[in-house]
Structure formats: C-alpha cells, structure tokens
C-alpha cells in the first residue's frame, strides 16, 4: 500500500521559513513534487523533483524563496520554504508519480493529505 505522509506545517509570520517532509512508503517513484490549495482557489503547481536526479522545477511565484529536495535513502521529499508571504497561506500537498516529472496535478498517481501553512501579516 503505498502512503505519503506530509509533516512540518504551521503558523508563521512574514518573512519567516518552514521546512516541510513527505515521507513515502510502499514504492519508489519517479518524480515527486509539491503543490497547494489556498480556500477557495484550484489546486497549484508549487515544485517537482526527479528521483533520478536532474534540475527542480519551479513555479515562478516560489522560484528563488523555496527549495525542493529529496534523501533517497528515505523516500522522502522536503520543502524548504524561506521569505514566506500571506499568499502562501494554503494546505500544502506531497504527490508522487511514476513519471519523469510534471507540474500538472492530474499526472500524480498519489497524494498526500496535506498540510496546513498559514503566514500572518
């Protein structure tokens, strides 16, 4: 059974950093990523990352404030997230697949249930 646990949400204030982990159990993947769901809002693309190695890709609204890396030796994503803004406020979501990488939801095999981030003013 395969299982995606996220872990390393909270409140922050503006400007302040949160490292959130996905550890994945079950299987091994060939890419996984980061998205996030604000209230009210579609689901978007935040970060990937190929298991095999290779360069990260980001959306534009994170590029250069949060950093996605993996311990294969873990199974396991993290998401290093620095210079938080309210925007960022939302459920964020670990979400695996057997792909090569993709920033399109509905390529995602497994889901996390998510994790809760909100960044006050």
């Known amino acids: 059974q395969v299982q995606l646990e996220e872990s390393g949400g909270g409140l922050v204030q503006a400007g302040g950093s949160l490292r959130l982990s996905c550890a994945a159990s079950g299987r091994t993947f060939g890419s996984m990523g980061w998205f996030r769901q604000a209230l009210g809002k579609e689901r978007e693309f935040v970060a990937f990352?190929?298991?095999?190695?290779?360069?990260?890709v980001y959306a534009a609204s994170v590029k250069g404030r949060f950093t996605i890396s993996r311990d294969n030796a873990k199974n396991s994503v993290y998401l290093q997230m620095n210079n938080l803004k309210p925007e960022d406020t939302a459920i964020y979501y670990c979400a695996a697949e057997v792909g090569y990488g993709s920033s399109w939801a509905g390529d995602y095999d497994y889901w996390g249930n998510g994790t809760l981030v909100t960044v006050s003013s």
């Open positions: 990352i190929k298991w095999s190695g290779g360069s990260p």
